[in-house]
């Protein structure tokens, strides 16, 4: 797939899936802005190193996607938007009624209403483009539920809802919109889950890994951030044109269960 004069943004990628994302869409040449909301040398130097490996224009643009107006101004500062990817994301466990407030603010503003302000700030420069694909990043999570995860569950599953509205509001257009679901990819977020887990099941770190994480994942092996990267750009691709409101699962089976 060649998507080179294609400008990606990827909410949330100096890390992880994000960032998975945004090298896999510069390698089929598009030029990508990076996002997170810390403005350290590190993340300008990631957008750098993309740049040079694949020859395209990478940037990295701070906007803190709990903030509307932010994730608005992202898409305004990038200056056009052929893709978007809303990926940012952040997750607590708890009971639901011991589950804090901001955590639950934090959790629905980033990981579900980010996606709302930055779908309406780039679907009039996908019109005035004449192409345009949004590529949601739920979750397992957006289509089953799991114990201690009532924030992160009711976002991913209105991202999912959210993905198929504004596939029949662009249906008669060259725009898609799609959710892809992971499973389990072990990334800096899954990671910082797996202490609070063990407390909850009291279990040990790899009881926790294989009897909890894995255990509705039949693959037992964890999804990869280029795997993710590579859905993406096949969600990209004249091949995906008429995909639009669905959900792909990347997720070793889990749903199938
Ligand atoms: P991660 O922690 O590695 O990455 C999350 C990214 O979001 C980081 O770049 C972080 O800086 C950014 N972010 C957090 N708060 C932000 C904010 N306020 N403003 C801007 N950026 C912010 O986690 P990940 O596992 O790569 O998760 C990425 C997405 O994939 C999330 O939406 C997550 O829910 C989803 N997901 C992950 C898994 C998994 O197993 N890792 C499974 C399913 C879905």
């Known amino acids: 797939m060649n998507l080179s004069g294609k400008t990606a943004i990827i909410t949330g990628s100096n890390s992880g899936i994000g960032l998975g994302v945004a090298r896999e869409l510069a390698k089929a040449g598009a030029d990508v802005v990076l996002n997170s909301f810390t403005d350290r040398e590190e993340d300008h130097a990631l957008a750098a190193e993309i740049a040079q490996e694949t020859g395209t224009k990478a940037r990295y643009i701070k906007a803190d996607m709990s903030v509307g107006g932010e994730c608005r101004a992202l898409i305004e500062k990038a200056g056009a938007c052929d893709i978007l990817v809303n990926n940012a994301g952040i997750q607590h466990v708890a009971p639901i009624d011991q589950f804090p407030v901001d955590k639950w603010d934090a959790i629905i503003a980033i990981n579900m209403n980010s996606a709302y302000h930055t779908m309406a700030a780039a679907l009039p420069m996908m019109r005035a483009a004449g192409w345009g694909r949004i590529v ?6 957006g289509l089953t539920a799991s114990p201690y995860k ?39 977020l899954v990671e910082a889950q797996i202490p609070d887990t063990m407390k909850e099941y009291d279990m040990s770190r790899e009881d926790v890994i294989k009897n909890v994480m894995l255990e509705r994942q039949p693959s037992k092996e964890f999804a990869t951030v280029e795997q993710l990267g590579g859905t993406t750009v096949f969600l990209c691709s004249d091949a995906a044109a008429q995909i639009t409101g669905t959900t792909i699962s990347v997720d070793g089976g889990w749903t199938a269960l």
């Open 136 to 141: 949601n990043i739920a979750s397992a999570h």
């Open 150 to 188: 009532a924030a992160y569950i009711a976002a991913k599953h209105g991202v999912v809802g959210m993905t198929k509205t504004v596939a029949l509001e662009t249906a008669q257009e060259p725009i898609t919109c799609n959710a892809i679901c992971p499973g389990y990819v072990l990334t800096p």
